[in-house]
C-alpha cells in the first residue's frame, strides 16, 4: 500500500500543495520571480507589464550607468502591485493602503507633515461614530458593569458564536429597509455635515450664506460594516477657521459647541427612500452616536495602558477598517452576476438575504407597453401583436428608467433617472447596497491618497537619478512605455508563496514598529 493511500483527502491536498511549492522554489528562475514579488510586497494579484524603463543622455541618447556599473535600464516583463485596498484580496496592498490612510489621518490630527500646521492639533476635535436604526432584533452580548448578560434570545453568546448579528426572528426583519438604508447611507452624511454645519453657524449667531467666511468644517470619515450587515461611519471632525487648517479657529469654536452641534445634526437628519410596493421609508440615523473629544483630558479612551499619545491611535483605529472592505458582513469583493452567483456564495442566510433583496429591488420590470396586464400569459396576453417596443427592445423586460422616459418626456429631456434604478442596487448588491467609499475627507482635512502615491513616486525617480550621478534633471530624458499582460501569478503554488511572502513582511514590519514605539 501506498503512502498516499494512508493519507486523509485534507492530508493529501496540503502534500501536494507542499509539493508545488516546493517544485517552484527549486526551479531555475525562483529567484528571480522572487526578487520580483517582494518588491511588490507579496502581492496576491500583480499586474504583470511589459515595456521598458531608461535613463538616457538628453543630447547622445546614450543610457546613463548607475553607481555600480549597471546601465539605468529596466525591459522585458515586471509585476506591478495590483492596489487593492481590501485585505480580504490581497494582504500586501491593503497594508500600503492603510499606511496611506494613517499618513493622511494622522496629518491632519497632529499636523507638521504633508503640508499641514502643528497647529491643528490645539483646534477643537472630535472622534464621531454614527451608527444605523435597527430593522429587527438580532443576537448579541449586552453587557452591564463590564458583566455580560444574556441575548434576548435568552442565551448567553460566546464572541466567536456565528449567530452574532443574525436576526432573532428572520421573517420579521425589515431586509427592504436594511438594503434602502445601506443604499442612502452616504446621502445621510452628506446631510449631516450640511446641517451640522448650519447648527454651528446657528449657535455662533452667524447667517447661513456667510458660513465660508466665519469658519470650516474639517473632517475624514471611514465607513465599517457592522455585524448585522449595516454601515456605520468613524470619523474625526476638525473645527477650522475660514482658510481651513491654517487659519485659527474662531474665538467662539469649542469642543463643547461643536459636540452639542454634532447631536442636534444627528437629530436632523432624514433621507425619504423611493417608493417601493406602495410605501417610503424615512430613513435617519439609529439613536446610537458616540462623541468624544480629542484632547488630554480624554486620553484615556484612546490610549494604551502606558498613556501614550492618542492621535496615532485614532489614525490606526480609522485607518484599519478602511481595508476591511466587507469584513464583518461576510458579503462578497467581487459585483453579482447572476442569481446563480448569490446561490453559491458561502455566507449566512442572513447575509444572502440582504444580497437578495438588493438583487430583487434592483431587478428590471415587465415592460409595461409589451404586457399591460402584468406577467406574461402563455395562453396569450396580447404582447405578441405589439412588434417591436421601444420600451423594452422587444425583450420583455425593461429598467424602471426606460418606463419613466416613455411616459414623462421632460424627465427624458433631462436625462433623469429612476429613483430606484439612481440606486445602482444590483450594482452594489455585492456591498450590501452600500454605494460610498469606504474612506473619504473633506478638502481641507490634510493632504490627499494621490499626493501621497505622487510623493513615493517622486522619492523614486529622484533615487533614480542620484544612482545615475544625475544633478540636472534636463540633461537627461527619461523612457518609461509599460503595458499590460495579465493579472495574477501563473499557478496557485506561486500565489501561496506570494501570500507567505506577504504575511512575513507584515509580521517585519509590526516587529519593527513594536520595538521603535518602545525606544
Known sequence: MSVSALLTPADYQRQQAADGMARHMQSPGYQQWRAEVESTGGCTHPIRMTGRWALTDAVTGAILPRSDGRPSERHGQILVPCGNRRESVCVACSDRYAADAFHLLRAGLNGGTKGVPVDVADKPRVFLTLTAPSFGPVHNRPTRNGKTLPCRCGTYHH??????????????????????????????????????????????????????????????????????????????????????????????????????AIHSAHAAVSVTSPVIDGQAHQLAWGEQVDVRPIRPASASQVED???????????????????????????????????????RLAITEHHRRIIQTAWDLGAPVICPECHPDGEHQADGCGCEAVGHCETCQGGGWATRTAVLHRHDPEAAARGKPDPIDELKLRHWAHMLAFRGHFLSKSRAYSTTFKQIRGDRQTWRHENALAEAGVTDEDTVTVINHWDMVRIGHDTDDARELAEAIAERTRQTRKHRYSTERKD
Open 159 to 260: 464572541p466567536a458564536d456565528p449567530r452574532l448579528g443574525q436576526p432573532v426572528e428572520p421573517e420579521a426583519y425589515d431586509y427592504t429597509g436594511h438594503v434602502l438604508w445601506n443604499a442612502h447611507a452616504g446621502k445621510l452624511w452628506s446631510l449631516f455635515t450640511k446641517y451640522l454645519r448650519r447648527h454651528l453657524a446657528v449657535a455662533a449667531g452667524i447667517r447661513v450664506a456667510d458660513i465660508r467666511d466665519h469658519f470650516r468644517l474639517s473632517f475624514a470619515k471611514v465607513a465599517e460594516y457592522q455585524r448585522r450587515g449595516t454601515i456605520h461611519f468613524h470619523a474625526v471632525v476638525r473645527l477650522d477657521g475660514p482658510d481651513g487648517p491654517d487659519d485659527a479657529t474662531p474665538a467662539w469654536g469649542s469642543v463643547e459647541l461643536l459636540t452639542d
Open 305 to 343: 495602558e502606558h498613556g501614550a499619545i492618542s492621535d496615532d491611535r485614532i489614525a490606526s483605529y480609522v485607518a484599519k477598517y478602511a481595508t476591511k472592505g466587507t469584513g464583518k458582513s461576510e458579503a462578497t469583493d467581487r459585483p453579482i452576476r447572476s442569481q446563480g452567483h448569490i446561490d
